[in-house]
């Protein structure tokens, strides 16, 4: 399968604790993104990194970026409680135009 | 600025019935998509279009599901007949289409179609 994979399936942290969701794939990407999903809603993009980026920042969001390992993590600072939700990695692979969306971490913060 | 629709937001369908789904896309997108997603799991890609032409259906199966996107605009997907396997959310997204080929498109979301085969 060409899925990207997220771990941990599942994460349940503190009000204002950091989240940290990795995303692992399998072969080379024009680009990463990263989307949220809350339950019953559909998919809101968050951020792109493109496949020269290492790191790249959006408030309380830092993606990082490596290619020679074919990872990305999404780092969630300072979390807060309408965080919950799922956060799906999607790659487009090189010379490829399909999306590719992972399984989805599942991010509970606990207020 | 309105998002992407689609309705119903719900459906509930004996087997062997057929059913479809509506979706209205962000005005000015020119790329719509059908994505399947199961429960626990992230969407997969059923059909996209650029404009009015279906250039990726290579997931859909054809045997029981079409779609169509008529003057580049609104686009309808349907199954017929249902199987109980088809119980899933049906999320319909769409994006300019000007990345689509390097991956930088942002894709928009409607909230999706839950259907229920019984």
């Known amino acids: 399968s060409q899925q990207g994979e997220e771990d941990p399936q599942a994460l349940s942290i503190q009000e204002g604790e950091n989240a940290t969701m990795n995303c692992s794939y399998k072969?080379?990407?024009?680009?990463l993104q990263w989307y949220r999903q809350n339950s019953g809603r559909g998919l809101v993009h968050l951020i792109l990194i493109r496949s020269n980026e290492r790191e790249k920042h959006s408030g309380r969001l830092r993606v990082t970026l490596d290619t020679s390992k074919k990872s990305s993590s999404l780092l969630i600072t300072a979390s807060r409680a309408a965080d919950t939700a799922s956060y799906f990695c999607a790659t487009v692979f090189t010379g490829g135009f399909k999306t590719i969306f992972g399984a989805g971490t599942r991010l509970f913060v606990k207020a | 600025e309105a998002g992407v629709v689609q309705s119903p937001r719900y459906k509930i369908i004996e087997k062997k019935q057929p059913v479809a789904f509506w979706c209205n896309p962000i005005s000015g997108h020119n790329t719509l998509y059908w994505y399947l997603q199961n429960l626990g799991q992230g969407p997969e890609l059923l059909i996209r279009?650029?404009?009015?032409?279906?250039?990726?259906d290579s997931q859909l199966p054809k045997d029981r599901f079409s779609a169509e996107r008529l003057k580049g605009v609104d686009s309808t997907l349907k199954i017929q007949p249902a199987e109980l396997g088809d119980s899933a959310v049906y999320l319909c997204?769409?994006?300019?289409?000007?990345?689509?080929?390097?991956?930088?498109?942002?894709?928009?979301f409607g909230p999706g179609t839950r259907l229920t085969v019984l």
């Open positions: 072969t080379s990407i024009n680009n």
């Open positions: 279009y650029e404009n009015e032409e279906a250039v990726d």
């Open positions: 997204a769409s994006s300019l289409g000007a990345g689509v080929g390097m991956g930088t498109d942002t894709q928009y």
